[in-house]
């Protein structure tokens, strides 16, 4: 158990069993009554932050559009935040208010994690609460700055072959299809998978950019250079780009979510990683970067106790349809997830603020082992999937816990 001497073991699961509440609901639809501890924990909020310890579990993502249910029909919550392109949420958020749009279209805009008929679901159950509650309706923000999307690719090329002709369209297409396969797999996940084609991405669009730039009559379609830039920044900005900044993605993320609060005076959801809203003063990724300060712990800085930190995670299971051929196993004997899966029922809430005796106050205190599945996530060495927390009722206010996980469901069509 970790952090914690062996006879302390029985008091920490002693304490997770008698102050656990179970869940009795397992579809998104259904009551909410078995979250009406979580609600209470959840009253005085302006902003919770939703962390997933994984985007590709069916049962996650219905336990966060359960807990959504409960903060928007009943606390009045009116803003879903997601750290996405502004732009491409913006299209869902049309479709939610007014419903203009195609929903399908829209979701297949937004990072590939979103494409799922789960998060169809959320969209569609936001779009029926605004038909009921038009004066007072759900809005979706996104948290991103615009950034390039296939389309983008096309609109150059379309543009290249009317100032170039064949040999300069074909040129410029070698490099974006090479390129434009990190917005279904980013290119860090390709590396991580062996299938990533060799030269960086972001010198491919450098690439054809100098080419769009030396086009006759270039000049005059600023529209074909400014996409051609955005695909620059997009590939530089990633990853494997090693350009991407979670210090400016905090900044911003962090003034549009308190300024929603405080000049709008509406109380917002922030469905997110846990990375992201976890209220951690120093975190060390399991993705390729350097350690941080999240989104949450800004959030805990300027709110208080007013931003509420909800942790979501599970034990095992498959989540091989968004991460393919990957199972997870049972979690490591050392980290707080396995704590928490022996010790609860099969769907829980637990209130980590729960008065608690010294053997537990020093379990919380950790440090803990915790895992995330991300894109570079390999069963085979699940070992090195977790993040080291600190105090876990500081990181989290509370857990809403599943045991056993089966994969999302894709969207059946890509965006072209």
């Not at 732009?87 to 929903?103: I, M």
């Not at 170039?164 to 410029?172: I, L, R, S, T, W």
């Not at 991580?192 to 084609?197: C, E, L, V």
Request: glycine share 8%; proline share 7%.
């Amino acid at each position: 158990m970790t952090g914690v001497r062996n006879d302390a073991s029985a008091a920490v699961r002693r304490w997770i069993t008698a102050h656990t509440h179970a869940l009795t609901e397992s579809g998104p639809n259904g009551p909410l009554a078995d979250l009406g501890p979580l609600e209470a924990m959840l009253a005085d909020a302006a902003i919770v932050g939703v962390g997933e310890t994984t985007r590709a579990a069916h049962e996650v993502t219905v336990l966060g559009h359960r807990v959504l249910r409960v903060l928007v029909e009943h606390l009045g919550f009116r803003v879903l935040a997601i750290q996405d392109d502004e732009s491409a949420v913006a299209g869902l958020d049309s479709y939610v208010r007014t419903g203009a749009g195609d929903p399908l279209t829209a979701l297949r805009e937004l990072w590939v994690p979103w494409r799922t008929q789960e998060m169809l679901a959320v969209v569609e159950w936001a779009r029926s609460f605004n038909q009921r509650q038009p004066g007072d309706p759900l809005r979706l923000v996104g948290l991103q700055p615009p950034a390039a999307r296939p389309a983008d690719y096309r609109a150059v090329l379309d543009q290249v072959a009317q100032m170039g002709g064949e040999e300069a369209y074909d040129a410029v297409r070698r490099h974006y299809d090479t390129i434009v396969t990190a917005h279904e797999v980013p290119e860090h996940v390709q590396h991580s998978r062996g299938t990533h084609p060799g030269r960086r991405f972001a010198d491919h669009a450098q690439d054809a950019l100098r080419l769009v730039a030396a086009l006759p009559g270039a000049a005059e379609r600023p529209d074909a250079l400014e996409r051609a830039r955005l695909i620059v920044d997009f590939h530089t900005a990633s990853f494997a780009g090693g350009g991407y900044d979670y210090a400016a993605v905090r900044r911003r993320s962090v003034a549009a979510m308190t300024r929603l609060v405080q000049e709008d005076g509406v109380k917002v959801a922030y469905w997110e990683g846990m990375s992201f809203t976890a209220n951690a003063a120093r975190l060390e990724p399991v993705t390729p970067l350097e350690s941080f300060r999240s989104v949450g712990h800004e959030l805990r800085r300027r709110l208080g106790s007013r931003y509420f930190s909800l942790l979501i995670a599970f034990g095992q299971g498959d989540v091989s349809r968004l991460h393919p051929g990957q199972h997870v196993p049972p979690p490591s004997a050392d980290s707080a997830d396995a704590v928490l899966t022996a010790a609860g029922p099969d769907r829980f809430v637990l209130d980590l603020r729960t008065p608690r005796p010294d053997p537990v106050a020093a379990w919380l205190r950790g440090p803990h082992r915790l895992r995330g599945i991300g894109g570079i996530y390999d069963a085979a060495a699940d070992h090195d999937h977790y993040l080291t927390t600190g105090p876990l009722d500081e990181w989290f206010d509370a857990v809403v816990h599943v045991r056993t996980v089966t994969p999302t469901n894709l969207l059946s069509h890509r965006p072209r």
